[in-house]
């Protein structure tokens, strides 16, 4: 267990990073606690796409014990991951007592040191880092704790000896277990597949040909597969209906049915190889602004695919472990390689979690054939230097990437050194410089972002909030009417122009832009309490009350809104209302003072 932490415990003292954790952990109260209502929260959002009421759970759990100490978010993602290798380690070696026709007893040191390799390699490997380290991807370690259960209760109901009675038990808790799995995260949904793979090899209940699969035996073992195919078409409707809401879908237009199938193919060849060669590890892959599926490195991948894949295919008589070890691991890469495609990645290192297993799994095989095959002392030891020989560097490069996530400047300043032409890297790096009062360098970087990707409208607007900060208010104006040129919906842009007229005195140019903005996000109280500070300056005051109110109806957390309430409210000589204001502002502003200052939203402000 020590042996499998060890490479993570940087990551103890790393802060939260601007890559999510703030949209999903900082910044959103929701979750914060298990009272009822956050409950109902986390078993009914689909927040930023995914449907992961489980993983909610921990992180609320997490809140009551640590509140927003980024170590105890840490800390629980270590411990679920130390969890996954002890299980991996009873996974690996139930498959290995059952490949090698042999019982799974305590007495079998060759099969435990085999089991515990392929735990090792699984746990300590650099690919790991992105699931373990990250504080948003509490849904990796703890899916996968309950996919590994799955698994390995599959395992126990149909390796013999067994009585039926004792495998329908082990059936019914996998189901369980798997339901558990897609409550955390819904990749797992791949499972009915997994396990016909498993009933192939090492189980042997079908064989390769499907036509096989129609005899009785054939047909019982697909019955067994019912209830978790139904349940992982409801879990696979869900994560469209969550991808759907948060607009995360990329439409064929603008990436195509032939860019889609390139990604496809280089995706499974490129986990292989990073798996092999875990080197220039990043947060970030992004999908290049001039895709093309003739990319050499793409026709390199999906040529190599399909050779991998009828090598195997051809070889799956003599060597079945090779096939069942591939298709597993494109079968759980599936959801994740681009032919439904989310984001702006084309690839993640996180998408390993779980497609590793095989790999980490066959690696364990043949290190348990090494073990059989010496004889004499020293041909005992020529295995276990070769382990250490692999797992000691494995552990080096591990500690050095955790530590690439210590902190959001450390983070994208990595992914530059990788891919100076990754514009949402500038971008992020650009925002993170602007919170740190930076300006000059986070202008640079969005330049930079916008010469990548000249149609970013939110780092075109950012641009413009940085330019109005440092007084240059022409240069400001130019970057939010070009961001409304590109994207006439871009409510914050309006917003944005609407407070640079208000403080050049260009009160109805203002009044109009708010307006605008309030007809694309009629529900943002900020945008009313902009409108209804303007309406303070011109004398006003019984119209911006109104928009005051109105602000405090959609957000009655608003230390702001209660403010300008208050004030114009006095200005109207109705003090008993305006002190009534002012201390719910005071009151609100005392228990904001609890949490640490949040950085901007994840694309709106620089």
Not at 53 to 79: A, C, E, K, Q, R
Not at 389 to 397: E, F, Q, V
Not at 481 to 498: C, E, L, S, W
Request: net charge neutral.
């Amino acid at each position: 267990m020590m042996v499998s932490c060890a490479p993570f415990l940087p990551a103890l003292w790393n802060d939260f990073v601007e890559w999510d954790d703030y949209e999903n952990i900082v910044n959103n109260p929701h979750y914060r606690g298990w009272g009822w209502s956050q409950l109902r929260w986390m078993f009914t959002t689909f927040h930023l796409g995914p449907y992961q009421p489980f993983s909610w759970v921990t992180l609320g759990f997490d809140y009551l014990i640590w509140g927003m100490n980024p170590f105890g978010y840490h800390l629980t993602n270590l411990v679920l991951h130390t969890a996954n290798a002890v299980f991996f380690y009873y996974v690996s070696r139930r498959l290995l007592s059952i490949v090698w026709s042999i019982p799974d007893e305590a007495g079998q040191a060759q099969l435990g040191w085999s089991a515990a390799l392929a735990a090792l390699l699984f746990a300590i490997h650099p690919l790991r880092v992105e699931s373990v380290v990250w504080a948003t991807e509490r849904r990796d370690v703890l899916s996968g704790l309950f996919y590994l259960g799955t698994i390995y209760a599959y395992l126990r109901a149909n390796s013999k000896p067994v009585s039926e009675l004792e495998a329908r038990r082990w059936r019914s808790t996998a189901l369980v277990l798997f339901v558990l799995s897609l409550l955390s995260k819904a990749t797992a949904m791949t499972v009915p597949v997994v396990l016909l793979i498993l009933d192939i090899y090492p189980l042997r209940r079908l064989q390769w040909q499907p036509r096989d699969w129609l005899t009785q035996g054939g047909r019982t073992v697909l019955r067994e597969k019912i209830p978790f195919i139904i349940v992982a078409v409801g879990f696979a409707l869900l994560a469209l209906i969550g991808q759907q809401q948060a607009a995360a879908f990329k439409s064929l237009e603008t990436h195509g049915l032939g860019s889609r199938l390139a990604q496809a193919f280089f995706g499974t060849v490129f986990y292989l190889w990073k798996t092999l060669v875990p080197a220039k590890l990043s947060p970030l892959y992004e999908i290049p602004p001039h895709f093309t599926p003739w990319d050499p490195f793409i026709v390199t991948s999906v040529a190599a695919a399909i050779v991998i894949t009828l090598a195997l295919y051809l070889l799956r008589a003599r060597w079945p472990v090779g096939l069942a070890c591939w298709a597993y691991h494109v079968v759980i890469l599936a959801p994740v390689l681009g032919i439904v495609q989310t984001g702006p990645q084309l690839v993640a290192d996180r998408y390993t979690y779980l497609a590793c297993l095989s790999w980490a799994a066959l690696a364990g095989g043949l290190f348990f054939y090494s073990l059989q095959r010496q004889s004499g002392a020293m041909a005992g030891l020529v295995a276990p230097i070769a382990a250490a020989a692999i797992l000691t560097p494995l552990g080096l490069l591990t500690w050095h990437q955790t530590a690439i996530w210590r902190d959001t400047g450390t983070l994208w300043r990595h992914a530059l050194k990788l891919d100076p032409n990754s514009s949402i890297a500038h971008y992020n790096l650009a925002r993170f410089l602007a919170t740190q009062g930076n300006h000059s360098e986070a202008v640079a970087h969005y330049h930079q972002a916008l010469r990548i990707r000249p149609e970013d409208t939110d780092a075109r607007n950012n641009l413009g909030l940085l330019l109005a900060r440092q007084g240059e208010i022409e240069a400001a104006l130019e970057e939010f009417q070009k961001t409304v040129d590109i994207d006439p919906h871009h409510a914050r842009a309006y917003f944005n122009m609407g407070r640079v007229f208000a403080r050049q005195r260009e009160y109805e140019l203002a009044i109009r832009n708010f307006q605008q903005a309030l007809k694309l996000q009629p529900n943002e109280a900020e945008i009313y309490v902009g409108l209804g500070n303007v309406f303070v300056l011109q004398g006003r005051l019984e119209a911006a009350t109104t928009q005051f109110e109105l602000a405090i109806k959609l957000k009655p957390e608003s230390a702001e809104a209660h403010v300008a309430l208050a004030r114009a409210l006095a200005a109207q000589n109705k003090n008993e209302d305006a002190e009534k204001h002012y201390q719910q502002a005071l009151q609100l502003l005392k228990a904001q003072n609890t949490a640490p200052p949040p950085l901007p939203g994840p694309r709106g402000d620089p």
